[in-house]
C-alpha cells in the first residue's frame, strides 16, 4: 500500500483545511487509516482514525469536536477535515493505515505518507 498525503498549507487560526490521503496498491478499505501529527521537537501523535470495518471514528481530544475524519473507499481516499484550527494544531501531519484495532498507538500502523505540513499562524 502507497500513501499519498495532500492538503496542507499556511492558514490563520480560526480558518478551516482538508487533509487528503490517496492509497494506491492493495485497497485501504481493508485497514483501518488514521491521522497522526508531528510537531518539531515533540512525538508524533494521535489525531483521528476510522475503523474498517464499518465506519467508527476516533478522536485525540485536542481536536475532538474540531476535526473529521471520513472514508471514500471508492476513491480510495481518507480526508480530514480541520476546522477552527488553532497556532497549536501547527504539525507534518501522516496518514497511516493499520490491520490493528488500537488505533491511537503509531507503532501498529504498517504503512505511512510522506506527511503534509500545516503551519497555523496566530
Known amino acids: 500500500v502507497q500513501l499519498q498525503a495532500s492538503g496542507g498549507g499556511l492558514v490563520q487560526a480560526g480558518d478551516s483545511l482538508i487533509l487528503s490521503c490517496a492509497a494506491s496498491?492493495?485497497?485501504?478499505?481493508?485497514?483501518?487509516m488514521g491521522w497522526f501529527r508531528q510537531a518539531p521537537g515533540k512525538a508524533r501523535e494521535f489525531v483521528a482514525a476510522i475503523r474498517w470495518p464499518g465506519d467508527s471514528t476516533y478522536y485525540a481530544d485536542s481536536v475532538k469536536g474540531r476535526f473529521t475524519i471520513s472514508r471514500d473507499n471508492a476513491k480510495n481516499t481518507v480526508y480530514l477535515q480541520m476546522n477552527s484550527l488553532k497556532p497549536e494544531d501547527t504539525a507534518v501531519y501522516y496518514c497511516?493505515?493499520?490491520?490493528?484495532?488500537?488505533?491511537?498507538?503509531?507503532?501498529?500502523?504498517?504503512?505511512w505518507g510522506q506527511g503534509t505540513l500545516v503551519t497555523v499562524s496566530s
Open positions: 496498491g492493495r485497497t485501504h478499505s481493508t485497514y483501518g
Open positions: 497511516g493505515a493499520t490491520d490493528s484495532t488500537q488505533y491511537s498507538s503509531h507503532y501498529v500502523y504498517r504503512y
